[in-house]
């Protein structure tokens, strides 16, 4: 055990790493742990979650790690970040005694390190120090950059036993002719793309090649290359060249190794197919993805050809494919122990009732089915009974991950369909778990919405050899029934205890204040975010950190003082005013600021103790604790929606730290996440319309109208200037003073919101009907003015607003107000065209008044979440600059 553990270590916190060289540094001879360690990853530790720990190596650090380690055998260093890097030649040093190593990985962020410091760090390798190196990996770097053709020389002079080389980037054919030359003794590549020329090279030289892994290929393959290709046993082509499909025949002859493939190739046909099968008779592994050639048959002819040679079977999107195919694979495949089936298919339960009952050696069943599908296939296996199935994976949406490119798909379930004959019930998963006891991972990816949550725990608790699980929470499960599970003797809960979250602020192209009173309006999101962290804490205290409100001290509440029983558990969704009422002392602010800035600060405290206390009801009054820090790219109160990307955020916070979302929720977590934030915006402001938080939640431009919301598909990424005059107001009082109109002179601003509509209803039009750019920015300036004027007859001008409008004017621009108006922002258009020199020249004329300026394209994503457990702590959070969070890969978003 002692030895597994440091055979590769890994360290999920600081904590674990620090303590890992503490106890190297102290090791004794009976003890000599550094001699254990086979691999090191000087980078983020790897991990299934989507955010990633990366320790802090010092220089010093690894001295010990040289001093004690003299096995090791694989070793990954991640140059992504210059301040978290270690000395060139601390690596050197350490290079220098690792004499075993078998492979080497290096992660590279563009523009990091230079030649001289590469060549300078690989000094031991060109002295042949490493010359049992077989495995070489390179991410994150450009190959025609010609500092790497003298890294790979240098690897090449030290290292003649290299046998494999990755990267998952483009690879030009004189790079790749370098790769082959000085290694003689490839036996597998993988690369992004190949460029022109690749292919003949890989040919020509490729005589030792048995992997091969190709992102994309050029359309240069011939049949004459057919012959001369090297012998395989694994092919992975996420993007074929055209004549691939006819080349097939000629290749596969002599493709008598061939056990893998896995195809992306649109134009393949199912000949071309049956002759791969027919010809590679050691095939037992096949994927096939978006090969749109192959027509219904596809999986018969499958099954025909391979019979029994078939183990592993995945495919993707094929909906021409219908249930006798897999009557013909299960009647066929007898050995068929994978079978996953994603996308679209026209597969219904009966055939996946043949499939589960007739495929006795099924070990991993997977797929995006839907509810009712699935209900059946358990059904099925349960009248089976004795099942080997020790993965069963299925749920309404599913993710792709190729090179660089995701496809989601998600079912959503026609209302009508929902009735209880389509659900899956607490007792089927009971005989499911005695009918399938190897069960070791299960995913049901919907929202189990009305099964008892005891009754679901007591039925996972018989799934004695579950390892895995994952679902939907709903709000049957409550906290104890999960607490219920740690009890299980295999499964491990590991759920986030911290969160990172975000939404965006919204910009109004036209139809603010009119929405409120039910007219559409157009709105989109803009780039500028806010970011909510969030730690969980056993202590019953709830403390929150928001600084862009002035609140320079964190503020701290007891929740066990909270009025948990004013909750009307069952009308959760809707606004509560007692139990806003009954909050209002407890957020209140005391402090020698102006009362207006009190009130400002007391409204965003009431917001996060509302949904607190809404949220946490279900869980045990121990584990009502929580840590909130806020930070904010967005000026508050200046018409860019602060108060709903702040809203949002708290409500995601809340939503996924209560258990009612997780990260995977998608867009049923969305619509939950609008409808919570709704209640906290209608705190911070009154009466709102719902268009602000529709747009934090859900990103990208829609036309809203009060209760509904239509995505503005396919609009053009229009760029504008946002200018904050820096004239404070807030958005109840405006909302408030155009309602004192409305009340006064209902049928004069009547028909000015009447006009306003019109407005919103021309840009949608307009945008569908008319293809030339030219005219639709031409009507877009017209509407920006139309829609300005008319605002400013409701009485929500102010006289910076229009020196805004005067200034950019004097470049050719077009501005409105944009949001409650009263100061706050304006809005320019930048038509296409206008030259960077003059959007400086107004930026500077603008910046000149007092005024701050940001560019921006409208329609971003919308709110999304991280789990930070291993990856931040509050302190770094607060710390980090803005744009830093922006360039995280891994966000979740949930529309
Ligand atoms: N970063 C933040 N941290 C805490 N509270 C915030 C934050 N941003 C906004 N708020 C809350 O929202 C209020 C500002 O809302 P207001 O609606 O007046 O401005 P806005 O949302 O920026 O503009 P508009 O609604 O016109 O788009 C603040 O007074 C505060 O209560
Ligand atoms: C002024 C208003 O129309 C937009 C505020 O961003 C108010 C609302 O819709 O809630």
Redesign the pocket.
Known sequence: MLRRLWQKPLWRSDKCYRRFIWTLRRQTPYYPYGTLIRSLIFGKQPSRRHTRYMPHFSSEDLSILSNYCNDIKELAFEFTRKDVFLQRDSIKTFLKKCTNLTRLEFTIGESLVDSSWMQGMLQPVREGKLSNLRYLAFYSILFNEPMYSSIITDLAQGCPKIISFETQWKIQADTLKMIMNSFPNLQSISCGILERGGLEILVNKGGRLRKLELGHVHDEITQDMAGRFPILKELTIHKAPKEFAMFAENWTIQQTMMTFIDLDCRNFKLDELCTIMRNCTKLESITLRGCNGLKAGMLASVAMECSDRLKYLTIFNYFYLSDNELVELSDRCRNLKRFAVWGTAKFTQEGYRYLVKNSVNLVTFCGNFKELTTRHILSSIIERGQSNIQVFKTGSRFRLYGRGKLHEVVYVPEPSMVNDDHKLTASILVDFARAAPCLRKLRLDYFLKDLDGKDVVSAIHQLKNLEKLAFSPSFSISQENLSDLDSHPRLKKNLPTRYLVSAPG?V?LF??????YGTP?IAGSVNLRTYLFTEKREDGILEAYVPDIGLDQPVKWNTELFPYSKVVNDKKEEFNEELAESLRSLAEIESDKPAIVRQQQSAACLALLYLFTLLSNRFPETKRGLTIHVRSALPVGA?L?SS?SYSVCLTTGLLLNFEYISLTSGSQGAELINKYSFLA?KII?G??????NAVATFGGAVLYKKGSMEPLKGLRPFRFLLTNTKVARD?KT??ANVRIKFDKYPGIIKSILDAIQNISDHFKTVLINEDNNITQDTMLEDLIDLNHYLVNSLG?GHSTLDRVREITAQFGLHSKLT???GGGCALTFIRDGVPRATIEAVKKSLSLQGFECFETLVGGHGAGALNTNDTMTAQEFMEVGLEWYDGIDSWRYFA
């Open positions: 919204k109004i139809g603010e204040h009119a929405v409120v309006a018409g929606g709903a915006e402001h009466n709102p319309s719902g268009i602000d958005t405006q909302v929500v949001g409650a108006g």
